[in-house]
């Protein structure tokens, strides 16, 4: 997909930065992992069935900090399939592509490792490649809708030291389904629609909220069909040519979307074959220290004897919402306790990012936003950088702003609060894109090369110091717009600190909880 260009010296910054940035998460997690000892937490955690040996325990020493939480569910599917009916809620492609890469690349290591030591391994090196691809498809994505490569460079740095980093490197599905869904973004900006469709089906089995990207399919077809239309009159005049055209569009959505839920519609087909058909109990062959940890936590195994459990009677069998309303009691409102503050202020800033990014667009665009941008625009728009075209209030960034606005009210009001960080994080780029508009609105230090003196430049100077910001980076484009601003933190605004502030503190705060066995989810 072209991801690696070599003549892009932004691209190669990005690329460099993100390994960079891996590699110093995971040489934290195992300093952290090693000076911490672990909470007692009352998570799912299944005892292991054979003994470890000593490469094995050096490998648990190392990143043992990445297996915690939701990182054990990953690693049990890939090790042992969907035993329990809670492990349904956690999608197949993550930890089939686990087992392939634990299967294949690292078979030559099963005479020093344990196949569960070999299916972190595999794990963590998944992750930190999706991360850093997925990074470079965000550059790539940020160019063609911002066309600004600043904002988007700037966008793409920021990503790599993301708030939800921990989550990016832990055995979690999140890197993979960033690098699917910012592709699949892409590769729908540039036209590629069988490409992004592709993309986004395998987004969708990656995690639930996948589904929602549908949206984009529908909405750039409907946006060229609406285009067309106003045209002129000649195309309406010609009533079969546009009978013709509506039925392209409505047989293109219906076709990409139903290709975009096929694999969900596939894994809730698989849990109720499982659980709900006759004759599937699979219990003879469960080792006895899994049936009792079933017994033990009340986990419930495939039906046997004729005991089917209560979702499969429901006139749609979905066991997806069902355990995410029995295991885990999601649904609307139901978060809102007095004991719950402590995780509403833990997803506060990102919140008050997301309704801001919101807010910034509307005010800037209310027209384009009120005919949900199905308007066609004049001819003689500028399309350059530093235009009107261009940047994060730029007519092409509505669908994305649409996008982490329902994101975000659904994290906020039918999630547990504090996983909205990495839910939000991993699946749009509103978060990066607003961020990185705001820094290279605000911050001096980001209009030009980065000198002290500038620091005192008016906010009337901007647009004459913005043009001398690609010279600039073209001069030196290795001077990383975020390690300029943390060497010179002291001279950065307010506003520069509280972004800067927020994104590093929770990778830090991230890295120690989560190692940890501490609440952070």
Same mark, same amino acid.
């Given at each position: 997909?072209?991801?690696?260009?070599?003549?892009?010296?932004?691209?190669?910054?990005?690329?460099?930065?993100?390994?960079?940035?891996?590699?110093? /998460?995971?040489?934290?997690?195992?300093?952290?992992?090693?000076?911490?000892?672990?909470?007692?937490?009352?998570?799912?955690?299944?005892?292991?069935?054979?003994?470890?040996?000593?490469?094995?325990?050096?490998?648990?020493?190392?990143?043992?900090?990445? =297996?915690?939480?939701?990182?054990?569910?990953?690693?049990?599917?890939?090790?042992?399939?969907?035993?329990?009916?809670?492990?349904?809620?956690?999608?197949? @492609?993550?930890?089939?592509?686990?087992? &392939?890469?634990?299967?294949?690349?690292?078979?030559?290591?099963? +005479?020093?490792?344990?196949?569960?030591?070999?299916?972190?391994?595999?794990?963590?090196?998944?992750?930190?490649?999706?991360?850093?691809?997925?990074?470079?498809?965000?550059?790539?994505?940020?160019?063609?809708?911002?066309?600004?490569?600043?904002?988007?460079?700037?966008?793409?740095?920021?990503?790599?030291?993301?708030?939800?980093?921990?989550?990016?490197?832990?055995?979690?599905?999140?890197?993979?389904?960033?690098?699917?869904?910012?592709?699949?973004?892409?590769?729908?900006?540039?036209?590629?629609?069988?490409?992004?469709?592709?993309? *986004?089906?395998?987004? =969708?089995?990656?995690?639930?909220?996948?589904?929602?990207?549908?949206?984009?399919?529908?909405?750039?077809?409907?946006?060229?069909?609406?285009?067309?239309?106003?045209?002129?009159?000649?195309?309406?005049?010609?009533?079969?040519?546009?009978? $013709?055209?509506?039925?392209?569009?409505?047989?293109?959505?219906?076709?990409?979307?139903?290709?975009?839920?096929?694999?969900?519609?596939?894994?809730?087909?698989?849990?109720?074959?499982?659980?709900?058909?006759?004759?599937?109990?699979?219990?003879?062959?469960?080792?006895?220290?899994?049936?009792?940890?079933?017994?033990?936590?009340?986990?419930?195994?495939?039906?046997?004897?004729?005991? $089917?459990?209560?979702?499969?009677?429901?006139?749609?069998?979905?066991?997806?919402?069902?355990?995410?309303?029995?295991? +885990?009691?999601?649904?609307?409102?139901?978060?809102?306790?007095?004991?719950?503050?402590?995780?509403?202020?833990?997803?506060?800033?990102?919140?008050?990012?997301?309704?801001?990014?919101?807010? /910034?667009?509307?005010?800037?665009?209310?027209?384009?936003?009120?005919?949900?941008?199905?308007?066609?625009?004049?001819?003689?728009?500028?399309?350059?950088?530093?235009?009107?075209?261009?940047?994060?209030?730029?007519?092409?960034?509505?669908?994305?702003?649409?996008?982490?606005?329902?994101?975000?009210?659904?994290?906020? *009001?039918?999630?547990?609060?504090? @996983?909205? /960080?990495?839910?939000?994080?991993?699946?749009?780029?509103?978060?990066?894109?607003?961020?990185?508009?705001?820094?290279?609105?605000?911050?001096?230090?980001?209009?030009?090369?980065?000198?002290?003196?500038?620091?005192? &430049?008016?906010?009337?100077?901007?647009?004459?110091?913005?043009?001398?910001?690609?010279?600039?980076?073209?001069?030196?484009?290795?001077?990383?717009?975020?390690?300029?601003?943390?060497?010179?933190?002291?001279?950065?605004?307010?506003?520069?600190?509280?972004?800067?502030?927020?994104?590093?503190?929770?990778?830090?705060?991230?890295?120690?909880?989560?190692?940890?066995?501490?609440?952070? /989810?």
């Amino acid at each position: 997909m072209e991801l690696v260009n070599r003549q892009d010296p932004y691209l190669r910054e990005v690329l460099w930065f993100a390994m960079c940035c891996r590699a110093l /998460t995971l040489l934290l997690q195992a300093l952290f992992n090693l000076l911490i000892p672990d909470h007692a937490a009352d998570a799912f955690s299944p005892p292991r069935l054979s003994e470890p040996g000593l490469c094995d325990l050096l490998l648990e020493w190392l990143l043992g900090g990445l =297996s915690h939480w939701d990182a054990e569910h990953f690693l049990f599917i890939a090790e042992r399939g969907y035993l329990y009916e809670h492990n349904f809620a956690f999608f197949p @492609v993550y930890p089939l592509s686990v087992r &392939a890469v634990a299967e294949v690349a690292l078979w030559p290591l099963q +005479w020093l490792l344990r196949l569960r030591s070999r299916l972190l391994l595999s794990a963590v090196l998944l992750n930190s490649l999706f991360s850093v691809l997925a990074a470079a498809a965000l550059y790539k994505l940020g160019c063609v809708v911002l066309r600004c490569h600043r904002v988007a460079f700037l966008a793409a740095i920021l990503f790599c030291i993301s708030p939800a980093n921990i989550f990016m490197a832990a055995a979690y599905s999140e890197s993979m389904f960033a690098f699917l869904a910012f592709s699949a973004m892409w590769q729908l900006e540039k036209g590629q629609t069988w490409l992004s469709g592709l993309l *986004f089906s395998l987004a =969708s089995g990656v995690r639930a909220n996948g589904l929602v990207n549908a949206g984009f399919f529908i909405y750039s077809r409907s946006k060229c069909f609406a285009l067309q239309l106003q045209v002129g009159s000649r195309l309406v005049r010609k009533l079969p040519p546009f009978w $013709r055209q509506l039925l392209s569009l409505a047989s293109s959505v219906i076709l990409m979307c139903a290709g975009i839920f096929l694999p969900f519609a596939l894994f809730q087909y698989y849990a109720y074959v499982r659980f709900c058909a006759p004759g599937t109990g699979l219990q003879q062959s469960v080792p006895k220290p899994l049936l009792q940890l079933a017994l033990d936590k009340g986990y419930r195994l495939a039906a046997k004897n004729g005991l $089917r459990p209560p979702w499969c009677s429901q006139r749609f069998p979905v066991v997806y919402s069902y355990i995410q309303d029995v295991y +885990w009691n999601v649904g609307f409102l139901r978060y809102f306790e007095l004991r719950q503050v402590p995780n509403f202020l833990l997803a506060l800033p990102v919140t008050l990012l997301g309704s801001w990014a919101a807010w /910034t667009y509307l005010t800037a665009n209310p027209r384009h936003c009120l005919t949900l941008g199905l308007e066609r625009r004049k001819n003689g728009e500028e399309q350059g950088e530093g235009k009107p075209g261009t940047g994060f209030c730029c007519p092409a960034v509505l669908v994305y702003v649409v996008h982490a606005t329902v994101l975000l009210l659904f994290g906020v *009001f039918c999630m547990h609060v504090q @996983v909205l /960080t990495r839910f939000f994080g991993s699946a749009t780029p509103i978060l990066y894109w607003f961020s990185a508009h705001l820094l290279q609105e605000y911050e001096p230090l980001l209009w030009n090369g980065g000198t002290d003196n500038q620091t005192t &430049a008016s906010l009337s100077e901007k647009s004459v110091l913005g043009n001398s910001l690609a010279g600039s980076y073209e001069k030196g484009i290795s001077e990383n717009p975020v390690v300029r601003l943390l060497l010179n933190y002291r001279l950065n605004t307010p506003l520069a600190k509280c972004i800067l502030g927020y994104f590093l503190s929770y990778w830090l705060l991230g890295l120690i909880l989560h190692c940890n066995f501490l609440p952070w /989810t």
